[in-house]
T-cell receptor, first 114, second 110 residues
Framework: EAGVAQSPRYKIIEKRQSVAFWCNPISGHATLYWYQQILGQGPKLLIQFQNNGVVDDSQLPKDRFSAERLKGVDSTLKIQPAKLEDSAVYLC????????????FGQGTRLTVV | KNEVEQSPQNLTAQEGEFITINCSYSVGISALHWLQQHPGGGIVSLFMLSSGKKKHGRLIATINIQEKHSSLHITASHPRDSAVYICAVGSNFGNEKLTFGTGTRLTIIP
């Protein structure tokens, strides 16, 4: 079974530039999560999708971050414009259902903003 | 909001030692996850449990719902077990929002 695919693996950009990350969840998984993990901390949920609808985006900095999952399959997360404090690993995860099911994580995208 | 605490933050042990990592949380949960994160960022799910005990190879996870506490044990530890182990809990409110601990960095010395 193919896992959660993310790209790119690494990205270095200058502050105020834009960047986009892509995630393809496990086939059939209705729930997709984007997490931000700053060095030394646990992952923090940015946004959760159920199919193509947003379930929770309460911690998404909406002035600069946006995410979409138009067809309920793959998803993109965008930062525009980036700040130095956005340097982190961005993790995508998917699960079959919304509740009480195992989440599968991608390898993450390590973003460095200089 | 659920507070998730892990201990210890860092653990260094000799190969072959029995390892225990602890996780405590403050609010009732639907399930608790143990995750393994290797350098480079990728996370692998080790266990998801809501009661009792689970075992997979040299890994054992236990949970005590009344005490809001879980432990991850590694028997006969090996250098390849070196990683960050993260505890995450799912909410009891119908929407599986995971709250993560800050992780335990385990280093196994040959």
């Amino acid at each position: 079974e193919a896992g959660v695919a993310q790209s790119p693996r690494y990205k270095i950009i200058e502050k105020r530039q834009s960047v986009a990350f892509w995630c393809n969840p496990i086939s059939g998984h209705a729930t997709l999560y984007w997490y931000q993990q700053i060095l030394g901390q646990g992952p923090k949920l940015l946004i959760q999708f159920q199919n193509n609808g947003v379930v929770d985006d309460s911690q998404l900095p909406k002035d600069r971050f946006s995410a979409e999952r138009l067809k309920g399959v793959d998803s993109t997360l965008k930062i525009q414009p980036a700040k130095l404090e956005d340097s982190a690993v961005y993790l995508c995860a998917s699960s079959l259902l919304r509740t009480n099911t195992e989440a599968f994580f991608g390898q993450g995208t390590r973003l460095t903003v200089v | 909001k659920n507070e998730v605490e892990q201990s210890p933050q860092n653990l260094t042990a000799q190969e072959g030692e029995f390892i225990t990592i602890n996780c405590s949380y403050s609010v009732g949960i639907s399930a608790l996850h143990w995750l393994q994160q290797h350098p480079g960022g990728g996370i692998v799910s080790l266990f998801m449990l809501s009661s009792g005990k689970k075992k997979h190879g040299r890994l054992i996870a236990t949970i005590n719902i009344q005490e809001k506490h879980s432990s991850l044990h590694i028997t006969a530890s090996h250098p390849r077990d070196s990683a960050v182990y993260i505890c995450a809990v799912g909410s009891n409110f119908g929407n599986e929002k995971l709250t993560f601990g800050t992780g335990t960095r385990l280093t196994i010395i040959p």
